[in-house]
């Protein structure tokens, strides 16, 4: 919980991680390269006390996790949303199976997610079946760009994502996070286009499952907003976009802006995406950040503190039926 | 002095006319400066994306590195071939080497461009097509990108019935008015200034321009945060040529 002046927030972080990057579980030139890429965002939009050694940064001790987000950082419940990278890790990047011991010690703190891959077809069904049964996931998280074998990604109108997504509809697995990535098939296509997510928000509404879209989209902000604006099932997570309130604030004020007037306060989602950012400065600076006088005449646009709270806490809150004390 | 033949393998050069002399590496980051980053619609120089030029003889080699490795195969592949592209066609050159660094796609990409392949050749299992719709979409954005610009320029301007001749001279009007002639659109004194990539006349006009707005925001926001990410990798290896 926040607390300052006497007010509370309540704190829920939408996207976590509890990777291994290091050396050992790399398999190739390619998870070197991954957590390099990962380690320069860090390293490019954190405050320079919050910059971390690379070495810790390819893989960070439970308590340091513990700290970041529960102790120094306002968190109240964080949320795991997997990255599988199998074809550039040994064990994976951040799978269940590695965020599942956390969730087992800290009940109250995760709420643990799942994944499906469409490529995987009725075995990877399968597997989704069993995470549900097992874990009790409530949400899956999908990265489309991820390598398999010569298969440089997919895409959530192939039709198999279409069973899965129905069998996510069936297990009541409903809040279906989806991440983009540079890559996709085919190739000449943009890969960070989210037209797909457009197809299947409208096609599994009436199933009752929200598509959180990560980093809002970025770098295709414009799109994702046009999408968002039609698709009342459709949310913004803020991973990405919230570091640049410290390194690139009126970046982070412009797109801010637009994402309130778009997409509306109701449907943004604060995320550190821990460990590539840490939460702490990132709340700190948002609870005091005002949107500058020009923008807000031309946009039209306010963020207030009751705006704040749903991003930083309630929006979330309610995806997940996150019980929110009183007090905030 | 007439040069001799030209070496096996070069341009021939027409019987009697003088060979052009080799460029110098001025004149390459010159060229280079009009390839842009089809996403950011900017130049690959300003940008910082070149490394090294080398001019051998008639040769030009040239590397370039991006922000991430991880940049977009099919966007990394329009800037390396637009950059050799852009090298062949200066007098005085035989061949063009553009090298891509530190890049997953680093090796099809170099291998593809030098070789004069199509994308859709050097990655035949995962593509259904060639680039030419990728970059045509990229050019609107551009496009609308530009207009925003141009429109913050004019303050309280009246913009209903605004016409080309109306602009007051800018470098946003100018870049303005090179995408609507690079993409075909009317470009005379009467032509409406507000149209969107087809030429037509915006009947929406607060609609279109919250949309170009969000446009321009999404591609600043994006270009701040390549720029970033390449300070970060190549902190203190400088670019050539480069400006923020």
């Known amino acids: 919980m926040y607390t300052k002046g006497g007010q509370s927030i309540f704190i829920v972080d939408g996207h976590v991680h509890f990777w291994d990057a290091s050396p050992q579980n790399q398999l190739n030139k390619y998870g070197d390269g991954w957590i390099r890429c990962f380690y320069d965002y860090h390293r490019n939009l954190s405050p320079k006390d919050y910059v971390w050694p690379l070495e810790l940064y390819q893989k960070y001790p439970e308590e340091r996790m513990m700290r970041d987000l529960f102790q120094e950082g306002y968190v109240d419940k964080a949320i795991f949303l997997p990255t599988n990278l199998k074809d550039f890790y040994k064990n994976g990047f951040n799978t269940i199976e590695q965020d599942a011991p956390m969730k087992e010690k800290y009940p109250d703190k995760f709420i643990l997610n799942g994944s499906f891959d469409a490529r995987e077809g009725p075995e990877g069904l399968k597997k989704l079946e069993e995470d549900v049964r097992r874990y009790k996931i409530k949400g899956v998280k999908l990265y489309t760009a991820e390598w398999k074998g010569s298969s440089k990604g997919w895409k959530l109108t192939d039709p ?162 996150i019980p929110v004390p009183v007090a905030a | 002095m007439i040069e001799p033949d030209p070496s096996p393998g070069g341009r021939t050069i027409g019987s009697g006319a003088p060979a052009a002399a080799a460029p110098t590496e001025a004149q390459v980051l010159a060229a280079l400066g009009k390839v842009l ?16 030029v080398t001019v051998s003889g008639r040769d030009v080699r040239v590397e370039l590195r991006l922000p991430t490795y991880w940049c977009a195969p099919n966007f990394s592949w329009l800037m390396a071939a637009d950059a050799r592209d852009a090298i062949l066609d200066l007098p005085g050159v035989d061949g063009a080497n553009v090298v891509l660094v530190d890049h997953h796609a680093a090796g099809e990409v170099t291998a593809g461009v030098n070789e004069g392949h199509t994308f859709e050749k050097a990655f035949a299992d995962e593509v259904t097509g060639g680039l030419d719709q990728l970059r045509r979409t990229f050019r609107r954005k551009a496009f609308f990108v530009r207009q925003d610009r141009l429109l913050r320029t004019l303050g309280g301007h009246d913009l209903n019935g605004l016409r080309l001749s109306d602009l007051p001279p800018s470098p946003e009007a100018e870049a303005y008015l090179a995408i609507r002639a ?51 990798r190549y902190r203190g290896q400088e670019a050539i040529g480069g400006s923020r």
């Open chain 1, 160 to 321: 198999w994502a279409r069973r899965y997504l129905d069998k996510c509809a069936e297990l009541g697995v409903v809040n279906i996070h989806v991440h983009k990535g540079p890559t996709i098939w085919p190739l000449n296509k943009d890969a960070f286009d989210v037209a797909d997510v457009d197809d299947v928000a409208t096609d599994y509404r009436d199933a009752g499952l929200k598509f959180i879209v990560e980093h809002c989209g970025l770098p295709r902000l414009e799109d994702f907003c046009w999408i968002a604006v039609q698709e009342p099932n459709v949310y913004a997570g803020l991973a990405v976009v919230m570091p640049f309130i410290h390194a690139r604030p009126r970046y982070f004020a412009e797109v801010m802006s637009e994402l309130l007037w778009w997409v509306g306060e109701d449907r943004l989602l604060f995320a550190s995406d821990y460990a590539l950012w840490s939460p702490k400065w990132i709340i700190d600076k948002f609870v005091e950040f005002q949107l500058p006088d020009d923008l807000k005449e031309q946009t039209g646009v306010n963020l207030t503190m009751e705006g704040k709270r749903k991003i930083l806490g309630l929006n979330a809150a309610a995806l997940y039926n």
């Open chain 2, 37 to 52: 980053d089809p996403e950011l619609d900017r130049s690959i120089v300003d940008l910082g994306f070149v490394r090294g």
């Open chain 2, 182 to 232: 690079e993409l075909g659109l009317d470009c005379s004194a009467d032509a409406p200034a507000v149209t969107d990539a087809e030429g037509r006349i915006v009947q929406d006009l607060q609609t279109h321009l919250r949309c170009v707005r969000l446009m321009r925001v999404s591609m600043e926001s994006n270009t701040a945060l390549c720029r970033g990410l390449l300070d970060e």
